[in-house]
């Protein structure tokens, strides 16, 4: 992740922080800990390529196939570095948020970096980071890597859970498959798939028979590595959490594996679908009193937006009451007076003719004001949608949490694990610290 990541990552383990504090009020004679688990042996590098700090890009090109943990901080990454050290000049946290940056890209590897940068930020919160691509523990899972890989025990054992899924009509997030192991071997992460004759690795660079292979997991289990559904597994075998602080996919994939976990006689965890904090600036909040929204209406689709608030403007509203009831008024006046006296009409008519066309008038002027109305809406509307989901993602998924650090420090911090401490729902929006650049 470039320097940790998007702002979903500090809110989730703000969210874990949180659940550890309650924890350790309702039960002191037990010790709880916040662990954040690193995914350092994915090899999906666009994953951990990009960021964005008050709106700008800041893009590291890396390449390559294999542990992204392994991937070492160079001088493309330097030069990120120095951009964004650049742009936040003179800003409150500055200071602080540099001195990261710097032991970021002086770090052996990215995993290193990235534990560097997290504990420097939550570590004082008692945060204990694991990179859990290491000989060790890979060695512990030994006998669970020869299941999948020589019996496709994983794969037989999610059958139970996935006929159930399939009865309830329920869609598979990520599919299992006969292995579910990838090889690491000279930088690079290949998947193993099984054949007639043994195993081979997906471009067919590598093939062991089922001795070789066995051979392999007991000599170098540093080599193999569970892929997303297995991962889980892997994660409580080591060192089983009584809890899991997941986001909404991963929460769906770990349901994924009931009849997995018990197969495998591993405890399965509670699960905890990660709370979703979303930072709204002063233009924004003003935007959405100004068209009477509430944060949430943010979820909805444009046009249903400007539908809601153009349904709201009252000139629309007196417009349609005219047009349903006025005429038919006229007309009944018009019956009475000619039964009054019917040399009348010719004169009633001219005159309501008249007023007509002067009422007719006075709507054209409103609807042109409805209009231009419409038309202040949708920018009003826009400016909301860009600044909740720009780059068409919710902003905590593509802007970087130092755009709010910088401007507020420790405290941002802070409020973010305050908040998730009281939060009683899945979702809350809170106001930010104005940045210079906002009007």
Known sequence: MLWSGPLFVWTKIAHCIAICKRLQIQFPQYQFVPVFWLAAEDHDTAEIQTVHVFGKRYHWPVTGNGPVGELI??????????????????????????????????????????QGLLYRFFGSEGLVCIDANRAELKQLFKNQLKADILHQETIKASLQTMQLWQSKQWK????????????????????????????????????????????EIDSNPERFSPNALLRPLYQQYILP????????????????????????????????????????????????????????????????????????????????????TFK????????????????????????????LKGIERLISKSNA??????????????????AVFPQHQIIERTEHPAQWYLLEGPDFIKQLIMRCEQLEGEIVFYATARHNTES
């Open 241 to 324: 959490n009584i809890m899991y602080v997941a986001g909404p996919q991963e929460l769906a994939y770990w349901l994924q594996l009931k009849s997995v976990f018990k197969h495998y006689n591993i405890s399965f965890p509670l699960l905890s679908l990660r709370y979703m904090q979303i930072p709204l600036s002063a233009k924004t909040i003003r935007y959405l009193h100004k068209l009477n929204l509430q944060p949430i209406d943010t979820f909805k689709t444009e046009q249903a937006l400007l539908t809601a608030v153009t349904c709201n403007d009252p000139l629309t509203l007196h417009a349609v009451e005219w047009n349903a």
């Open 172 to 215: 598979p997030v990520i599919g299992f498959r006969p292995c579910n192991i990838f090889y690491i071997f000279e930088n690079t992460r290949k998947r193993i798939d099984k054949t007639p004759t043994g195993f081979e690795l997906s471009d067919k660079s590598k093939f062991w028979t089922t001795s070789e292979m066995e051979l």
């Open 73 to 114: 901080p160079n001088s493309e990454l330097n030069n990120c570095r120095i951009n964004l050290q650049n742009a936040i000049q003179g800003m409150p946290f500055a200071d602080a948020f540099n001195a990261a940056l710097n032991d970021f890209q002086n770090s052996k590897h990215l995993s290193q970096a990235v």
């Open 369 to 386: 004001k409805i209009k231009s109305n419409a038309t202040q809406f949708q920018q009003q509307i826009n400016n909301i949608k860009n």
């Open 328 to 355: 038919s008024r006229i007309e009944d006046l018009g019956q009475r007076i000619y039964q009054v006296d019917a040399s009348l009409k010719p004169a009633f008519e001219a005159e309501t003719h008249k007023y």
